[in-house]
């Protein structure tokens, strides 16, 4: 399958921004935000995923980031693609304030002008689609949660793995409560003692089916219980 990517070093062109954008809030039959694919979309862009939940009556909650390792190992490479699909979750991707210095804590030096780029336009895509800054204002959901983890590649100077993950996005200005799963393939760099992102291509899938013995909730259902449920990265370790 042949993947659009941003990063590399390369500034993107507009027509590939112009498509990551529109994959950000595109999915199937309603809108979506993609986070991981914040830089990169597949041609197929019937399917978008999402991030983390945000809701306008919460703070935002504290992230607690791990401590970068000595020196270079696979495990971190796994930690640090893992944190890269989490890290715009909806209080940054919804706050184009927070979007500048997220970029520069996980992207390369050479990638950084082109992550930049493409965020700042889903950003600004994704407050218009979910109905952001509306009033009255909308309960928004946008989580993503890893599921596994493939390692395609790996040198103690750059890495590529295959995060599969869940997300949820809804509004309640704009769109119902849905699910999208996604596969990110994050390519890493080890720079400044850390593991970087270089860039992310990112595919639809694998996508399991609800079991015949699940009955969705309904919106207002989902929209009264999904906040409830804080984000992992809010606890302290």
Do not use: C
């Amino acid at each position: 399958m042949s993947i659009d990517r941003v990063g590399s070093g390369r500034p993107a062109p507009r027509s590939v921004l112009l498509k990551i954008a529109e994959a950000l809030v595109l999915v199937g039959i309603g809108i979506g935000v993609a986070v991981g694919t914040g830089i990169t979309s597949s041609r197929n862009t019937t399917a978008a995923s999402v991030t983390v939940t945000v809701t306008n009556a919460t703070p935002t909650p504290t992230v607690h980031h791990a401590p970068a390792p000595a020196a270079p190992t696979r495990a971190s490479a796994v930690a640090a693609a893992a944190r890269s699909i989490t890290a715009f979750d909806g209080s940054v991707l919804l706050n184009p304030s927070r979007v500048e210095a997220v970029v520069k804590r996980i992207a390369s030096a050479e990638s950084s002008a082109g992550l930049l780029s493409a965020f700042e336009q889903a950003s600004a895509q994704t407050r218009e689609k979910l109905g952001a800054g509306t009033a009255p204002s909308p309960v928004i959901v946008l989580r993503s949660i890893p599921v596994g983890y493939r390692m395609v590649r790996y040198s103690p100077r750059q890495a590529t793995v295959d995060v599969w993950y869940v997300g949820i996005v809804g509004s309640g200005a704009t769109v119902q409560p849905q699910q999208s799963w996604r596969t990110q393939d994050v390519s890493l760099v080890w720079e400044g003692n850390a593991w970087k992102v270089n860039s992310f291509g990112s595919v639809n899938g694998p996508t399991p089916p609800l079991s015949t013995a699940e009955i969705p909730g309904t919106p207002a259902q989902l929209f009264a219980s999904i906040p409830l449920f804080k984000d992992f990265s809010s606890a302290a370790p």
